[in-house]
C-alpha cells in the first residue's frame, strides 16, 4: 500500500464541516379552492333507453362458405404438394394434362 489511511471525520465534526445543511424552510401553499355545490336529489337522470324503440333487421348473415372452399383447397394443394414431394404419390403423369390450361 501507498501509506496509511487518514481517520474519517466523525458526526461531531460533521457540523463544523457542513454548517450550512440546515433545513430550509418550505414556502406556503394556495389554499385549496372551494367544493363543488352538491346534486340536488329531485334531478332524475335520463335513461340510456332510447324513447321511440326502431324495428331491428335481422342481421344479414355472412357467407362464408367461400372462404372455407379457398382454405380447403389451399390445405389440399399443400398436402398434395408435400405428399408428391415425399416421394409418397407420384403426380408427374398429371402435370402433362395440366398444361393446356397453363400456359
Not at 440546515?22 to 337522470?45: G, K, N
Amino acid at each position: 500500500m501507498m501509506g496509511d489511511i487518514p481517520e474519517a471525520p466523525g458526526l461531531s465534526d460533521l457540523d463544523e464541516l457542513y454548517p450550512e445543511a440546515e433545513e430550509s424552510e418550505m414556502p406556503l401553499l394556495p389554499p385549496m379552492p372551494p367544493m363543488m355545490a352538491p346534486v340536488p336529489e329531485a334531478v332524475e337522470m335520463p335513461s340510456g333507453e332510447p324513447l321511440e324503440s326502431e324495428p331491428e333487421e335481422p342481421p344479414k348473415k355472412k357467407r362464408k362458405w367461400l372462404r372455407r372452399i379457398v382454405l380447403l383447397a389451399v390445405i389440399s394443394g399443400g398436402a398434395a404438394t408435400g405428399a408428391h414431394y415425399a416421394g409418397l404419390v407420384d403426380l408427374s403423369e398429371y402435370f402433362a394434362a395440366l398444361e393446356p390450361y397453363f400456359p
